[in-house]
């Protein structure tokens, strides 16, 4: 299991409560294309949605096929199942990876922006391994296809939802439970410096793990040449830069009990 670190901006972790899209009138909304990045137990997927009030909705198949394709744990799978005496979408679990009817057809969202209606649809998640039934909240309807919260859909299944506001990037950990034993993802540590004067500066990294990427290239350390206002020269090649910035997969003790703000 992977998850954030130093770029989580919020965990949601849906509660016990039964919800189901309210009868109330048809009210228009503007649904904007997205293609929202999106990190499943590691592994980094685009997925084509709808962005309705500054919430990113997407298709339950969409949702159960990423989930087949990329959770850890498969008891996260899911199938869906359509009744249409109650107008009711079951997400049913423990029936293995999820097998999209329409798998031959590929779905996109395009870019144009499009009218959204409030469902009356009601969807539940049906155990059956007789744990609690569980709603997702309201969908919307949009060009004849219901659309969901991710983080609803992903809570009502016991995963966890963490989202990284600064990259606008979502990750889904189907394991919630950290291990620490496992490696863990560091996204943008950025390290900007500030001297009082123009000065020299040795910046090395205290940490075991793999770089997976930084910038300017890490060379057993960063020389740079540090301006008051922040600029950079990297005596690598020469160029200007605002800040240092890495990523990596290791283990990393933070300590958020001290520190400073600067202001912009």
């Given amino acids: 299991m992977k998850g954030f670190a130093l770029c989580m901006a919020a965990v949601f972790l849906i509660g016990n409560t039964v919800y189901a899209a309210e009868k109330t009138e048809i009210k228009e909304?503007?649904?904007i294309p997205v293609h929202q990045t999106v990190v499943w137990d590691g592994t980094e997927t685009k997925m084509p949605g709808y962005n309705i009030d500054g919430y990113a909705y997407f298709r339950l198949r969409d949702v159960a096929k990423m989930v087949s394709a990329y959770a850890a744990d498969e008891k996260s799978y899911f199938d869906l199942d359509y009744q249409k005496e109650t107008n009711t979408i079951s997400i049913v679990t423990g029936k293995g990876k999820y097998m999209d009817p329409a798998r031959e057809k590929v779905f996109d969202v395009g870019t144009e922006e499009k009218k959204a209606f409030l469902a009356d649809t009601t969807v539940v998640v049906d155990r059956l391994n007789g744990l609690a039934d569980k709603g997702i909240g309201e969908g919307y309807v949009i060009?004849?296809?219901?659309?969901?919260?991710?983080?609803?859909i992903v809570g009502a299944l016991g995963m966890q939802l963490n989202w990284c506001k600064e990259e606008n990037v979502?990750?889904?950990?189907?394991?919630?439970?950290?291990?620490?034993?496992?490696?863990?993802?560091?996204r943008k540590p950025v390290i900007y410096l500030y001297p009082e004067k123009t000065m020299?500066?040795?910046?090395?990294?205290?940490?075991?793990?793999?770089?997976t990427v930084t910038y300017p290239t890490?060379?057993?350390g960063w020389q740079?040449?540090?301006?008051?206002?922040?600029?950079?020269?990297?005596?690598?090649?020469?160029?200007e830069y605002s800040y240092l910035f890495w990523e990596g997969n290791g283990q990393l003790d933070v300590d958020f009990s001290e520190g400073f703000v600067i202001k912009d």
Avoid: M
């Fill in 29 to 31: 909304k503007t649904a």
């Fill in 143 to 152: 060009d004849g296809y219901n659309f969901y919260k991710l983080g609803r």
């Fill in 170 to 186: 979502v990750e889904i950990v189907s394991l919630p439970k950290w291990d620490p034993n496992e490696p863990v993802v560091y």
């Fill in 200 to 211: 020299d500066v040795s910046v090395k990294l205290d940490y075991a793990g793999d770089l």
């Fill in 218 to 220: 890490y060379q057993d």
């Fill in 224 to 239: 740079v040449t540090a301006q008051p206002d922040g600029t950079l020269t990297n005596h690598a090649d020469g160029l």
